[in-house]
């Protein structure tokens, strides 16, 4: 019974302390507290939820001078939140600019999570060493997996290669199912979250390249319509809700979001 009120006691404490320090705070607080007796148990329960502040505030202080910085982390969420406004927008105004133009800008929406694999992408080659070879890739990986098909699209119009635009069009939505199966491996973000970025990736890499295989083949392009048109239906809910909601983490929490980690 004194184990239960004092395991209670160091969970709504932990409270004010950031999350990823919580539960170990309350194992080892636990484990103290266990190894007293009497009143000297009291006591330190007492001494210990009323340091839990300071404590908070030197996680804070520490993390906010040896971490990252927050400015990347804003950039991305303002470019995630900017995504689904364009999205929806083409939809929405495909009968008055056209359906050419509303295509154009419905392929433009996913250049919202350039800033996001951007950061992603630094953070993951300085994180193993850095060096030129990484940040080469971090680089390659930003372009292609933060511009759509656009980035793709350029590089096969100039090698004359119509598949570079195939496989380019997979790396996006790809992108988008790894990160989001990362941070949930890793509990970084809800669960929710994280299926709604790897639905959305999936609908992502069926759309993108059931257009590219149209375009490629006319053979296929039966069963890329209806690859593509799915993927749409799938994706118009899933990759707007994502994406305001991953930019909405970024923006707001004093940590750095799953989605760039």
């Known amino acids: 019974m004194v184990t239960r009120f004092l395991a209670v006691l160091l ?3 932990s409270v004010a302390l950031p999350a990823p320090h919580r539960a170990r705070w309350r194992e080892e607080a636990l484990a103290v507290l266990l190894e007293v007796r009497g009143g000297r148990r009291w006591r330190y329960a007492v001494d210990t939820v009323v340091k839990v502040p300071l404590l908070a505030w030197q996680y804070g202080r520490t ?5 990252p910085a927050r400015w990347p982390s804003t950039v991305a969420g303002a470019g995630l939140l900017g995504t689904p406004l364009l999205l929806v927008g083409a939809v929405a105004a495909a009968p008055v600019i056209g359906e050419e133009a ?7 929406a996913p250049c919202g999570m350039l800033p996001a694999v951007a950061v992603w992408a630094w953070r993951w080659a300085a994180g193993r060493g850095g060096g030129a070879v990484r940040f080469v890739a971090a680089a390659l ?8 098909p656009i ?3 350029a590089l096969s119009a ?3 290669l119509p598949v570079v635009a195939v496989v380019g069009s997979v790396v996006p939505g ?6 989001n199966l990362i941070a949930l491996r890793h509990g970084r973000q809800p669960v929710a979250l994280s299926a709604l970025g790897v639905t959305a990736g999936t609908a992502l890499v069926g759309l993108l390249s059931g257009l590219q295989l149209s375009i490629l083949s006319a053979g296929t392009s039966g069963l890329a319509s209806a690859l593509g048109a799915l ?3 799938l994706l118009v809910p899933t990759y707007p809700a994502w994406s305001a909601w991953a930019g909405i983490r970024l923006l707001f929490r004093t940590g750095v979001g799953g989605a760039v980690r």
């Open 158 to 160: 100039a090698v004359d």
């Open 141 to 148: 990986l930003a372009v292609f997996a933060g511009t759509g």
């Open 231 to 233: 993927s749409f239906l």
């Open 11 to 13: 969970t709504v404490a």
């Open 174 to 179: 790809g992108w988008l199912i790894a990160t």
């Open 63 to 67: 993390e906010l001078a040896g971490g």
């Open 151 to 153: 980035a793709a699209g």
């Open 102 to 108: 509303a295509e154009f800008f419905f392929l433009l």
